[in-house]
């Protein structure tokens, strides 16, 4: 049978637990796999209410909006706005082509009624404080969760991680709704032309991925996703990628599925390793199915792919065709003028002399290297940079150029 996670459920509301018992379970859970599920059965941290709406607002940003009305909001290096399929490469390394997705980041919001970005026609003014309110309550859970983080690892304050995520302070912070358009299997002809019209993809099988391999840059990842809609993979300790189902056993009822929390790199180096960030991906859902990799080179091809500007794309070969995906992800991050300095808790002061001993190797578990986790940086916002510069080269060059 074919391997899957063995990610925990963790109910941050239950009434049989103390707070203690929970705080431990929750860092446990971040320091061996790096992801955890929080179940979602109860309206007090996101409705299932509000989940919904989220979903229905993609709809309405990605499908019921042109390609023209997108691209007058497009991203900067302020990290806000729509991104095109292809623009982003979270695995540049190993793709050839850009993700297979579009994006639209919000970032804050001054007042509920007032975005600091431009936003298209279709979000009518009256649904930004739809989307603020959304925003300030995946704040406000991550910042529960960073409390309880600190409360798992007995760092001292208790609230040193939370603290420096005020959300009135400026940061990296995102709210970011993601589409995975249709694939739409080409006939050869069309796939030819696709080819000569794309970027060279075509060469020996490009890498097309819905998400290529990658950690977070923050601290935390809320993720929410839809039931039906697969195609997460983690990659584990022994270097096997496995699904994550969106509803594991046991949350199949709850009014919405659970929200998969994960770590950033940022959280993970500021911690010496000690919590981890780990590596993940979004397949196409025929290439499902787990396989051992000795890097993180994704393992789904076709051989060219191309969009058709309306919100579908074509692909050509084996990749099977499949139905939309949509999900949401909030990106919480520090204020951007946080040191990442020694985090006061004995449990990361062993964890770090322990690792310096051993000589750094491995941040992500034997065998999984990750150089964003360990390179030296000195704030929250020197981190993001790095990262941004590397996922959208085109955007920064040409800033640069101009
Ligand atoms: O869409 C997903 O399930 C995951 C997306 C993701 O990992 C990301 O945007 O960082
Ligand atoms: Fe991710």
């Keep these: 049978m074919a391997p899957t996670s063995t990610i925990p459920v963790i109910d941050i509301n239950a009434s049989h637990l103390s707070r203690s018992e929970i705080a431990r379970s929750l860092a446990e859970a971040a320091i061996e796999h ?63 082509v850009g993700d297979f997705k579009e994006a639209f980041n919000f970032g804050p919001f001054p007042t509920p ?41 007995e760092v001292s304050p208790p609230s040193y991680f939370a603290d420096s995520h005020d959300p009135a302070r400026e940061s990296g912070t995102i709210l970011r709704h993601l589409y995975y358009p249709p694939v739409i299997k080409s006939s050869p002809a069309a796939a030819a032309a696709a080819a000569a019209e794309n970027d060279g993809s075509s060469e020996e099988g490009g890498n097309d991925i819905r998400a290529g391999a990658h950690s977070d840059y923050g601290s935390v990842t809320l993720l929410f996703r839809l039931r039906g809609q697969p195609g997460l993979e983690v990659l584990t300790r022994s270097n096997e990628w496995v699904p994550v189902p969106v509803a594991p056993e046991g949350t199949e009822n709850d009014p919405s599925p659970p929200i998969l929390v994960n770590i950033g790199d940022l959280l993970s180096y500021w911690t010496g390793g000690l919590l981890r960030s780990t590596v993940h991906r979004v397949v196409f859902p025929s290439s499902s199915s787990s396989s051992s990799s000795s890097s993180t080179t994704t393992s789904t091809s076709s051989p060219s792919s191309a969009t058709n500007g309306n919100g579908t794309a074509t692909v050509a070969g084996e990749t099977d065709t499949s139905s939309p995906r949509y999900s949401i992800a909030f990106f919480c991050h520090p204020a951007g003028d946080t040191e990442l300095g020694a985090v006061p808790s004995e449990r990361v002061k062993k964890h770090v002399s322990a690792r310096e001993g051993r000589g750094k190797a491995e941040v992500g578990g034997p065998g999984v290297k990750n150089p964003y986790a360990e390179r030296r940086v000195v704030t929250a916002d020197e981190h993001l940079q790095m990262r941004l510069r590397a996922s959208y080269l085109a955007l920064y060059n040409a800033d640069e150029t101009a």
Excluded at 49 to 78: H, M, P, R, W, Y
Excluded at 124 to 142: D, E, M
Aim: with cysteine; proline share 7%.
């Design 34 to 96: 790096g992801f955890v599920y929080i179940r979602n059965n109860s309206d007090i941290d996101i409705p299932a209410s509000d989940i919904d709406a989220a979903f229905d607002l993609s709809k309405k940003l990605f499908v019921g909006t042109s390609v023209e009305e997108k691209q007058k909001c497009a991203i900067g290096t302020n990290n806000r706005g729509w991104s095109g399929m292809h623009s982003e490469t979270l695995d540049p390394k190993n793709q050839r």
């Design 113 to 153: 009624t007032t975005p600091s970005q431009s936003l298209p026609p279709t979000i009518h003014p009256a649904l930004t404080p739809q989307i603020s309110l959304f925003r300030t309550k995946c704040h406000t859970l991550c910042l529960r969760l960073l409390h309880l983080f600190g409360e798992g690892l």
